[in-house]
């Protein structure tokens, strides 16, 4: 069934869309991550304009990691503290990474800055990730007991003043590391145009030792109000959010966020950060690849205005 | 370029002559069959037709029987910008480009016989026959001008809008029903820009241009699509906030939905 987008301006499959969407949304729902870095490149290749496909996106986002928030929210997967915190960071380093993204647009090559933070992001957490999970399960396939690093025997995060009791998240931590990691990810989300959730998952495992259990519904909490803030930053300043275009997204994505989260509840938290860790390698890889093999095509157009 | 200096001279002296006359021997008829099509929610592209009659009058030359058409269909003009990658430090990165300055999003050639049977080389450079001959005006440095067809980044560009089906030519597409009837059509594939399109039906006698005309038609959104588009321009904040609203409530409807426990 093809349908006209009014923003978009191209006639598009309703049901490879939705499809796209719900698949999407699946692994958002699983993983607790936006899946922005999977759906903005699907939508590209279906043939719509980048600039609409990532403010589009925005709002799909945020209609499938809030559906995932409130089912995360009933069986208490969240920290509302916790999330509050890493917003405080979040708002600021969105602001930062704006100015950075302005200033590096005027000294150009804007583009191999973003494939390359985007190549180097990727690898380097989708590989930790796969190899923690990877040794983790080898330890649990051995018999051994599951050495979880002993609590306290991590130095200096701990030694950090302003400690704040997580309940939910049963964590004694101080707000440093947590707004700083909240910063790293806004800074990250405004200047290559993601969530970052997938970014934010590993660090709240790795650096803050927030329990699994939490992790995932606090990080889509973060990422339902960084899309929401996004979508209406897009609306208001390019107008390219595509409202059909994104209400199609949605509908898939949050059928598929649903069952996402299910499936995520049911895995192991070694294995579903193993297959997080190879899903980020794969993408990270993929954009490598197009960075060092010979493009099919030596050359872009793209339209800079005028009279359209 | 010295055989051709004759000819060049005999065309300048023919275009001399019909500017002169002030009554042309020929006249130009023409129609599109939809000079407004409306983008619905179920439009998906659309193929226009366009009719035209050859009109002679006593002036014409009796021995003339034999006419040529081109027809140039061009979409709204925009400024585009075409990036070529080489490898530098093992990848590969955008390295030089051009700014090809309002250009048409949309552009479409048909003829009814291969330019070379129309006219001479000289005379399909002047009339602009065919999208080697096109004017695509780029800014190289400080300068405004077009280039030699063989050009990496015209030929790159015009090969790049082609595999869209935004840039055609067609030299077999204007069919003559009659001597002086003609027909062609005008596919415009679902991705065409909206907006206004310009159609210039040029005229050709042995091998000089008798003639020319032009019409357009427009593509506009009508309805649901233009009420989306307006609201998303005029009145972005209220536009967000009812997409934002609208992502709230399907995620929500969605938990209840799906809600077993």
New interface residues.
């Given amino acids: 069934m ?3 987008l ?2 978009a ?3 598009v499959n309703v049901f490879l869309i939705l499809a796209m969407g719900a698949a999407v949304g699946f692994v958002s729902g699983m993983f607790g991550i936006g899946g922005g870095f999977l759906m903005t490149p699907l939508l590209i290749f279906v ?1 719509i304009a980048p600039a609409v496909a990532v403010a589009s996106v925005a ?2 986002i ?10 995360y929210w ?1 069986r208490r997967a969240i920290d509302p503290l916790l999330a509050a915190v890493l917003l405080i960071g979040g708002t600021i380093g969105t602001a930062l990474g704006v100015w950075t993204f302005t200033l590096l647009r005027s000294l150009g ?1 804007l ?2 800055m973003i494939a390359l933070s985007y190549v180097i992001l990727l690898t380097t957490v989708g590989g930790l990730m796969f190899w923690e999970g990877l040794r983790a399960m080898l330890r649990a396939r051995r018999g051994g007991p599951v050495a979880r690093r002993k609590p306290g025997s991590h130095g200096w995060i701990h030694g950090l003043p302003l400690k704040l009791r997580f309940k939910r998240s049963k964590i004694y931590l101080s707000v440093i590391p947590v707004i700083a990691v909240g910063l790293v990810i806004g800074f990250i989300g405004a200047v290559m145009g993601i969530g970052g959730g997938f970014i934010l998952v590993p660090l709240m495992i790795y650096v803050l030792r927030v329990p699994t259990s939490t992790v995932i519904g606090t990080s889509m909490v973060l990422t339902l109000v960084t ?2 803030f996004a ?7 390019n ?3 595509d ?2 275009l ?2 199609i997204l ?2 898939g994505g ?2 598929g ?3 996402g989260a299910r499936a995520g509840q049911k895995i192991r938290g070694e294995h579903l950060r193993l297959l997080l860790g190879l899903l980020v390698l794969a993408v990270g890889v993929r954009f490598a690849i ?6 099919e ?12 | 370029m010295i055989a051709r200096a004759p000819l060049t001279l005999a065309g300048l002296a023919l275009g001399a002559a019909l500017a002169a006359s002030p009554a042309q021997a020929e006249r130009l008829i023409v129609s599109v069959s939809n000079h407004r099509v409306t983008v619905t929610p179920n439009y998906s592209g659309e193929e226009l037709v366009l009719f035209g009659s050859v009109e002679k009058d006593a002036q014409t030359p009796a021995s003339r029987t034999n006419y040529d058409l081109v027809v140039t269909v061009s979409g709204p003009r925009a400024d585009m910008v075409t990036r070529r990658k080489e490898r530098r430090f093992g990848i590969w990165i955008n390295t030089d480009s051009r700014q090809f300055l309002k250009v048409p999003s949309y552009l479409a050639l048909f003829s009814n016989r291969p330019y070379d049977a129309i006219a001479s080389p000289e005379v399909q450079r002047r009339q602009q026959l065919g999208l080697n001959n096109v004017l695509l005006t780029q800014r190289v440095g400080p300068d405004y001008a077009d280039v030699v067809p063989e050009d990496a980044f015209r030929s790159a560009f015009i090969r790049l809008r082609s595999e869209h089906r935004l840039y055609r030519e067609n030299t077999s597409a204007v069919t003559f029903l009659t001597p002086t009837l003609f027909r062609t059509g005008i596919p415009l594939p679902g991705e065409v820009p909206i907006g206004t399109y310009d159609v210039e039906i040029k005229l050709f006698a042995d091998g000089a241009l008798v003639t020319r005309t032009e019409t357009a038609f427009e593509i506009v959104k009508v309805g649901f699509e233009q009420f989306i588009a307006t609201t998303a321009r005029q009145n972005g904040l209220a536009y967000g906030l009812v997409t934002a609203f609208m992502a709230l409530m399907t995620g929500w409807m969605a938990s209840i939905v799906f809600r077993k426990d």
Avoid: C, N
């Fill in positions: 093809q349908l006209y009014p923003i301006d191209i006639p043939g709002s799909h945020a209609a499938s990691s809030f559906s995932g928030a409130i089912s009933r090559q583009d191999l899309m929401v979508t209406l930053l897009h609306a208001v300043t107008h390219l959010v409202a059909v994104a209400l949605m509908i949050v059928t966020a649903q069952f197009e960075l060092v093999i010979r493009p095509d030596l050359f872009t157009i793209r339209e800079t205005g005028g009279a359209g």
